[in-house]
């Protein structure tokens, strides 16, 4: 079992030859995408006033995110011109004269761009997600001196026995979890008001919150209303959690979350018809873009082998990874918006991308094992 684990000299080979043009590939493609981010350093110490180093930090937390999504770039970059330099130099000819199969030559290559799609999905899933708070926590407190929490934050849940509920705070104290100013309407079934209570804050306790210093006005069915201005607490259930309330009011776009924080947010009830379309894909997706390194190694295999001897290597082979990658994510954005519109098929469309252009390298590559 170890010694079928071990890489042969074949394997060690390739893999060699692999991460110099995937290192290249990856500062390229991570200097095309940071430029914006770059200039965002200017304009937040320009427009915003912001310390140089807080602009910088801010920077530094972005790159999470980039690499994230330039790691399958960098793996299609990498490949294409590794092949491409062994093609050229008719390496690829000799191995396969020596006796040993297409395939089992790119076996390495596959197996790097697998674990490469791993990697991206745990810097996905733990390390973007984390990046992205202390980005966020920087541009709150030291650019902008306010707080994320300091915002409208709306909640509605259904009632027993029918109508809803809907509770909106203008704040939220993270140290005690307590919403602050609240104003909590009810409604019955018809959709008529039947409860306002207005209070200075909310406190989580025992699954449920207590609110504190509450008026509250009673819309009675005779149309009468019944005033109470000084009632001292008030249980009520508002239907979500403080570490649901937490996550949904840090973070507004769901492909800065972990696919966790996402599921989590979808259970809260608290979404939209058009905000739970967007996450759901987006939880699909992220699940499946990761593999897009595997993906594109495949792809790769076929088109670097196409180069013949000559120069220009390298420019043709970023010119044709920009062109993959390019019809790739057209691709996933068509099937994005297919996803959205036809829920119950989220997860197979996230998929679609990676299922067409699989099979077209995997046909590519069994065409190039047969000359």
């Known amino acids: ?28 493609f991570t200097s095309l995408l940071a430029a914006n981010e770059i200039l965002n350093i200017g304009k937040l110490i320009t427009n915003d006033h912001a310390p140089l180093w807080a602009a910088i930090e801010i920077f530094l937390w972005s790159l999470p995110s980039t690499t994230v999504l330039v790691i399958p770039m960098a793996m299609l970059l990498g490949t294409l011109l590794m092949l491409q330099r062994l093609s050229g130099e008719s390496e690829i000819i000799a191995m396969k004269a020596g006796g040993i199969a297409l395939m089992r030559i790119v076996l390495p290559i596959l197996a790097c761009g697998l674990v490469m799609s791993f990697v991206t999905l745990a810097m996905q899933e733990w390390v973007q997600p984390f990046a992205q708070d202390q980005s966020t926590e920087i541009e709150n407190t030291v650019i902008k001196h306010v707080s994320a929490f300091n915002r409208d934050l709306t909640v509605t849940a259904p009632l027993p026995g029918g109508g809803r509920q809907i509770s909106v705070a203008t704040g939220y104290d993270t140290t005690s979890q307590a919403l602050l100013n609240v104003t909590l309407i009810q409604y019955d ?119 013949t001897r000559g120069g220009g290597n390298a420019s043709l082979g970023f010119g044709l990874a920009i062109g993959i990658v390019f019809i790739y994510y057209v691709v996933a954005t068509i099937c994005s918006y297919f996803g959205e519109a036809l829920l119950p098929t989220a997860m197979f469309w996230a998929w679609v991308p990676n299922l067409l252009f699989s099979f077209f390298g995997l046909q590519r590559v069994r065409m190039a094992a047969m000359t």
């Open 1 to 28: 079992m170890t010694r079928s684990l071990r890489l042969g000299i074949l394997d060690r080979y390739v893999i060699s030859e692999l991460s110099g043009p995937f290192l290249v590939g990856l500062l390229a």
């Open 189 to 307: 079934k018809a959709n008529a008001p039947t409860l306002v209570a207005f209070a200075n804050k909310a406190d989580f306790e025992a699954n449920q919150w207590n609110l504190t210093d509450v008026s509250t006005y009673r819309f009675n069915s005779d149309g009468t209303v019944t005033q109470q201005p000084h009632t001292p607490s008030l249980v009520v259930a508002l239907g979500e959690t403080p570490s649901g309330i937490m996550q949904r009011i840090k973070h507004d776009d769901p492909e800065q979350m972990s696919r966790s924080q996402i599921a989590q947010i979808i259970a809260s009830g608290q979404l939209t018809e058009n905000q739970i379309r967007k996450y759901v894909m987006t939880y699909q997706e992220k699940l499946a873009r990761p593999f897009a390194c595997f993906v594109f190694a495949l792809l790769a295999v076929p088109f670097g082998m196409r180069q």
